[in-house]
């Protein structure tokens, strides 16, 4: 795939670094608001406390999170939630994911990926495929997750291809292999549908 970039062993600040370079850009070259979409979990929000101390206009930044556990904002298994938290106060937008809502192109679509394959919530049971119709599905990861076991709601695959630029960051040697064998194309996880489809540049952090 010659469109799959993997920088290794880039600390929080190094890829916080790097997104702030490419929000810039964006910034720069557009007027209006510019829109991504971001992982939960653990990984990523380190990243994004190192991303908001950059100098940027974050009036202007629109963020979707890429899914949400099907909980109230305020539990604390609510991605929404934590990066309300987090935005909000320095004056970006954050989203509330629905099933009746339109997705936008979005400038960059930042990812994680389980030790399953998955990718946003687009877990292997629920048989994601890049022409999916609908832009936002709700579903029930099976198994589900002990430490997080409730219902989602997620973006599918055309709404993450339709974006300028997609970015993983994964951590660890099992998910490493897992990406590595999907960009050989070495099984069909969810994960390797995607970059199968991908025409954009993808950038994986690892």
Same mark, same amino acid.
């Given at each position: 795939?010659?469109?799959?970039?993997?920088?290794?062993?880039?600390?929080?600040?190094?890829?916080?670094?790097?997104?702030?370079?490419?929000?810039?850009?964006?910034?720069?070259?557009?007027?209006?608001?510019?829109?991504?979409?971001?992982?939960?979990?653990?990984?990523?929000?380190?990243?994004?406390?190192?991303?908001? *101390?950059?100098?940027? &206009?974050?009036? /202007?930044? %629109? =963020?979707?999170?890429?899914? $949400?556990?099907?909980? +109230? @904002? #305020?539990?604390?298994?609510?991605?929404?939630?934590?990066?309300?938290?987090?935005?909000?106060?320095?004056?970006?937008?954050?989203?509330?994911?629905?099933?009746?809502?339109?997705?936008?192109?979005?400038?960059?679509?930042?990812?994680?990926?389980?030790?399953?394959?998955?990718?946003?919530?687009?877990?292997?049971?629920? *048989?994601?495929?890049? &022409?999916?119709? /609908?832009? %936002? =599905?709700?579903?029930?990861? $099976?198994?589900?997750? +002990? @430490? #997080?076991?409730?219902?989602?709601?997620?973006?599918?695959?055309?709404?993450?291809?339709?974006?300028?630029?997609?970015?993983?960051?994964?951590?660890?040697?099992?998910?490493?292999?897992?990406?590595?064998?999907?960009?050989?194309?070495?099984?069909?996880?969810?994960?390797?549908?995607?970059?199968?489809?991908?025409?954009?540049?993808?950038?994986?952090?690892?």
């Amino acid at each position: 795939m010659d469109n799959v970039t993997i920088i290794e062993s880039r600390s929080d600040a190094a890829i916080a670094d790097w997104l702030s370079a490419q929000l810039a850009e964006a910034l720069d070259e557009r007027e209006g608001p510019v829109t991504i979409t971001v992982p939960g979990g653990s990984t990523p929000f380190p990243i994004m406390e190192k991303l908001l *101390d950059h100098d940027l &206009d974050w009036t /202007r930044l %629109v =963020v979707w999170p890429g899914d $949400d556990r099907v909980v +109230p @904002e #305020a539990h604390k298994a609510s991605n929404t939630g934590k990066l309300r938290d987090l935005f909000e106060p320095a004056g970006a937008e954050v989203v509330t994911l629905s099933e009746m809502e339109a997705v936008p192109r979005f400038t960059l679509a930042w990812l994680g990926m389980g030790a399953d394959g998955h990718i946003a919530s687009l877990f292997p049971n629920t *048989d994601p495929k890049p &022409d999916e119709p /609908r832009s %936002v =599905v709700r579903l029930t990861p $099976d198994p589900l997750p +002990p @430490e #997080a076991p409730f219902d989602r709601i997620s973006l599918t695959m055309p709404s993450l291809l339709a974006s300028d630029r997609l970015v993983f960051v994964i951590r660890g040697d099992e998910k490493r292999t897992v990406l590595d064998q999907a960009i050989a194309g070495e099984h069909d996880l969810p994960v390797a549908r995607l970059l199968a489809a991908a025409k954009q540049p993808v950038t994986c952090f690892t």
